[in-house]
């Protein structure tokens, strides 16, 4: 029995539970700026100072916009400029051309001396009619064609200097998809190439257009069950060779065969001053012959 006050013997120590030891919290890594962020920046850039000089206030309002010559590599999205109209993006180095969603009004664009090797979205723009591509990086004419085929108002058309332009007869091809290129590489586009490109491009039509004679229609039926209704082949000489790089169509308009070869050929351009038009000594000394200025006499040859 206890004496009154006295206080109850401690409880014994509780056994010390090690608890493991926490791992470091890691922080999530920051993934480091894209390489495209100060492209899309100094892009921006380039449009507010636009917008600056010329005073736009809405975007509603803005409808062209000059941005060449800003060494640019990739450009923001232009879709808030719904009524733009016109566009220069010439002597940049853009790649692509992806920032052409939604501008659908947009009827002149200039993307010439570029870096392009695709013109990927720009079968949106129908409004376009004029559009230069030239000197780019655009290899496949096939992909080409295929954008800009849905552009029914496109009259001016340039891809001059570009790998494509070494395709055989490439001119021709371009006018065959494209028949509402009125200008194309800075050429006015001729009947006599439209008769060509049909005679390459669509035998049907063409055989149906050489059996049009005196206002009569004749049998043309396109059926190789019937041979006799056919024109035959025409054959040629056994001594005939052809080379692999020559083009083995044959026409029968003489003047057709000539101008499709003409084409494949370079031009020689000579220039020389037109001696004529420049008065000797003694004609200056009596004044015989007016002083005209004196002319250039420029030759060219395919």
């Keep these: 029995m206890g004496l009154a006050g006295s206080s109850a013997p401690p409880a014994p120590p509780r056994p010390r539970v090690l608890e493991p030891h926490p791992m470091p919290r890691t922080l999530p890594?920051?993934?480091p700026p894209r390489a495209s962020e100060p492209a899309l920046l100094s892009s921006l850039q380039a449009i507010e100072d636009q917008l600056k000089i010329y005073g736009y206030k809405r975007d509603a309002d803005v409808f062209e916009l000059f941005l060449s010559q800003k060494k640019l590599t990739e450009v923001v999205d232009l879709s808030r400029f719904r009524k733009?109209?016109?566009?220069?993006?010439?002597h940049n180095k853009l790649s692509g051309i992806a920032f052409l969603t939604r501008n659908y009004c947009l009827t002149e664009l200039y993307l010439n001396n570029n870096a392009l090797f695709e013109i990927e979205g720009l079968r949106c723009l129908s409004s376009l009619h004029v559009l230069l591509l030239h000197h780019n990086e655009l290899t496949s004419i096939e992909a080409t064609?295929?954008?800009?085929?849905?552009?029914?108002?496109?009259?001016?058309?340039?891809?001059?200097?570009?790998?494509?332009?070494?395709?055989?007869?490439?001119?021709?091809?371009?006018?065959?998809?494209?028949?509402g290129v009125e200008l194309l590489d800075r050429n006015q586009v001729t009947e006599k190439e439209r008769r060509s490109m049909i005679t390459i491009f669509n035998h049907k039509k063409a055989h149906i257009i050489q059996s049009i004679a005196f206002g009569r229609k004749v049998d043309a039926s396109w059926n190789p069950k019937l041979p006799l209704?056919?024109?035959?082949a025409q054959k040629l000489?056994?001594?005939?060779?052809?080379?692999?790089?020559?083009?083995?169509?044959?026409?029968?308009?003489?003047?057709?065969?000539?101008?499709?070869?003409?084409?494949?050929?370079?031009?020689?351009?000579?220039?020389?001053?037109n001696w004529d038009t420049v008065p000797t000594r003694e004609e200056k000394y009596f004044e015989e012959k007016g002083l005209e200025t004196t002319r250039m006499l420029t030759i060219t040859l395919r």
């Design 29 to 31: 890594k920051r993934s």
């Design 145 to 179: 064609v295929k954008e800009l085929k849905g552009m029914l108002h496109l009259k001016t058309l340039s891809l001059c200097q570009n790998p494509l332009c070494q395709y055989n007869l490439y001119r021709l091809y371009i006018i065959y998809h494209l028949p």
């Design 229 to 232: 209704k056919q024109k035959p």
């Design 237 to 273: 000489p056994s001594d005939f060779a052809f080379a692999d790089n020559v083009d083995k169509t044959v026409f029968d308009d003489p003047e057709d065969a000539v101008f499709v070869r003409s084409l494949k050929r370079s031009v020689m351009t000579r220039t020389s001053m």
């Design 84 to 90: 733009l109209k016109y566009l220069w993006l010439h």
